[in-house]
């Protein structure tokens, strides 16, 4: 079974700065994707950044990149030039690659403010 | 189509009452998820179908609940004699998995149903 630690209930950051959050995951399995979802107040969660595991590359979506360190089982968020509309529910989230790809374990999520 | 839905956004209801949750996906996607998330924590899994096939039901998922997709399209959710700890947010995803999906199996989350039972 996998599991999926987020050490930070809760984060805040001044508009236009940056802000790393933290996410570490234990699992046995070689392949797999990790994930950062946005859950905003009141809506829907969505995607924001993936990484395969077999990447070395950290993955990068505009004002948004990784660090994925396989090694240490670490897989941290972060969020340049902080915007308001980047206030939300963060959560980190693990899938095992191949076979029928489905389940997502989450962790329990870090709440970040971003402050005008 | 403009994304995941889910029906009634809020449910109030009494210990002991049944209660039933309508999910409908994106059109072309072919599986679809029902996690529970519950104050202070990440989404669970529950349960997941594809197409009208239900191919895995967690733990989680006690006797009181139950969950179909009759035509592969909408789907349901039911929790019968529902107790206190039933309230949570119960969340619905959808993807396209196969060919014309994306390689990770990108799910699309709903707004939620958020659950209070009394």
């Known amino acids: 079974a996998q599991t999926v630690t987020q050490s930070q209930p809760e984060m805040s950051v001044q508009e236009a700065e940056t802000v790393t959050l933290s996410c570490t995951y234990d699992?046995?399995?070689?392949?797999?994707?990790l994930f950062w979802y946005k859950q905003p107040p009141s809506r829907q969660m969505i995607l924001v950044i993936r990484?395969?595991?077999?990447?070395?590359q950290n993955a990068t979506e505009n004002r948004f990149s990784v660090n994925f360190q396989k090694a240490a089982k670490s897989f941290s968020l972060k969020i340049s030039d902080s915007q308001l509309g980047d206030t939300a529910m963060y959560f980190c989230?693990?899938?095992?690659?191949?076979?029928?790809?489905?389940?997502?374990?989450f962790g329990k999520g870090t709440l970040l403010t971003v402050n005008p | 189509d403009t994304g995941v839905s889910q029906d009634p956004r809020h449910k109030i209801t009494k210990r002991g009452q049944n209660v039933t949750f309508r999910c409908d996906p994106i059109?072309?996607?072919?599986?679809l998820y029902w996690y529970r998330q519950t104050l202070g924590q990440g989404p669970e899994f529950l349960t997941y179908?594809?197409?009208?096939?239900?191919?895995?039901k967690s733990r989680l998922l006690s006797d009181r609940f139950s969950a179909e997709r009759p035509k592969g399209s909408f789907s349901t959710l039911e929790i019968q004699r529902t107790e206190q700890g039933d309230s949570a947010m119960y969340l619905c995803?959808?993807?396209?998995?196969?060919?014309?999906?994306?390689?990770?199996?990108?799910?699309?989350f709903g707004p939620g149903t958020r659950l209070t039972v009394l």
């Open positions: 989230a693990f899938m095992k690659r191949g076979g029928s790809n489905y389940k997502l374990t």
């Open positions: 179908f594809q197409n009208e096939a239900q191919l895995e």
């Open positions: 995803a959808s993807s396209l998995y196969g060919p014309g999906g994306t390689p990770y199996n990108e799910q699309f």
């Open positions: 059109s072309e996607h072919n599986r």
């Open positions: 990484q395969e595991a077999y990447k070395q």
């Open positions: 699992t046995s399995e070689s392949n797999y994707y």
